[in-house]
């Protein structure tokens, strides 16, 4: 019940959000506004991101998207600071819902510990450039919640995300398609078809035949 008052709440909103580290915050109609989505003003709350193997994690209600991941030095980056960003990495997604997105630090530029940074995901799924920011301060020491991060994308463990076989190919149709069953219907056949055959396997033995 719970969870599906929360896919309700899910796909109110029709672009993406930033959820780990937390966003400065989200309002799909201001998230095509440069350079934080229509949040201007830092969060005194700084997320402890570290320097090494660092990820993002994102909710996308699109199915495909590119990504651009920008690193800003600064306590309160203006606007203008936001043009002297540095490339921390750029992915791309191939499926809606949570997506942990890889934010090695090691050679972006600036980045040392105890800096005070914000980092900003560019992220266009064929709407329009969507932006969300997160108020960071870097450090050798911190580490992330693994278990926020299932699957990582991109990063030096996993290049790049492409799968295998024909599918990898941009097929165009980047339209928002709220998250659907896609992929769950195969694997409910699956435990279907396993049930019955549990199911044919006792009937037979309790009929003697095993
Ligand atoms: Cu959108």
Redesign the pocket.
């Known amino acids: 019940m719970v969870l599906s008052a929360l896919a309700l709440t899910w796909t109110v909103s ?2 993406y959000q930033l959820t780990y580290p937390a966003s400065r915050g989200f309002i799909d109609t201001s998230e095509p506004t440069a350079p934080c989505g229509g949040f201007n003003n830092v969060n005194t709350t700084r997320f402890s991101f570290p320097l090494h193997n660092g990820f993002v994690v994102i909710n996308s ?2 199915v495909q998207a590119s990504i651009q991941m920008y690193l800003v030095i600064g306590n309160n980056p203006s606007t203008q600071a936001f043009n002297q960003n540095t490339t921390i990495d750029n992915l791309s997604i191939k499926q809606p819902g949570l997506n942990c997105l890889s934010a090695n630090l090691a050679n972006v530029t600036g980045a040392a510990d105890g800096v005070n940074a914000t980092i900003q995901l560019l992220f266009n ?1 064929g ?1 329009g450039i ?1 932006y969300q920011c997160a108020d960071v301060t870097l450090s050798s020491s911190a580490s992330l919640n693994q278990s926020e991060c299932p699957q990582l994308i991109g990063g030096s463990s996993n290049s790049s995300s492409s799968p295998s076989g024909s599918a990898s190919a941009s097929s165009g149709s980047a339209s ?1 398609s709220p998250s659907g069953s896609s992929g769950s219907s195969g694997a409910s056949t699956n435990s279907v078809a396993m049930g019955t055959i549990v199911l044919l396997a006792s009937v037979a033995f309790a009929l003697g035949m095993f």
Request: glycine share 0%.
């Open positions: 029709a672009h209600e699109h799924a709407d969507l928002a």
